[in-house]
């Protein structure tokens, strides 16, 4: 059974910095391109940002582009977001999802076939 777990999420001030964390099972995991993507009430869920999986090969959205930092610990099946600097509009919930091999098109949702439950961030002005 396939499971991503995020945790790290709470509540922070603006100007902040937490760093969630995604534990995977159950697939081989360095086989895996991982995303953190996020979802604000109202709107629609978006990329942060992904990890492909040679380890250090990353993208991210403009939005969060020199605040946020994707890591992974292939030794540990465990993907990171670092973020920095956060912001009352970085409030969301915060997934991250598998996509197997070569990740082409990391902002395209139908490409991850594995998603967590997600993780809470409040971020208060």
């Known amino acids: 059974q396939v499971q991503l777990v995020e945790s790290g999420g709470g509540l922070v001030q603006a100007g902040g910095s937490l760093r969630l964390s995604c534990s995977v099972s159950?697939?081989?995991?360095?086989?895996?391109?991982m995303g953190w993507f996020r979802q604000a009430p109202g709107k629609d869920r978006e990329l942060v940002g992904a990890?492909?999986?040679?380890?250090?090969?990353?993208q991210y959205t403009d939005d969060v582009n020199d605040r946020v930092t994707i890591s992974r610990d292939n030794s540990k099946n465990t993907v990171y977001l670092q973020m920095n600097s956060l912001k009352p509009e970085d409030t969301a919930r915060y997934y991250c999802?598998?996509?197997?091999?070569?990740?082409?098109?990391?902002?395209?949702?139908?490409?991850?076939?594995?998603w967590g439950q997600g993780t809470q961030v409040t971020v208060s002005s």
């Open positions: 999802a598998a996509a197997p091999g070569f990740l082409s098109t990391p902002s395209d949702e139908k490409l991850y076939t594995y």
């Open positions: 990890i492909k999986v040679i380890p250090g090969v990353t």
């Open positions: 159950g697939l081989p995991f360095s086989n895996y391109a």
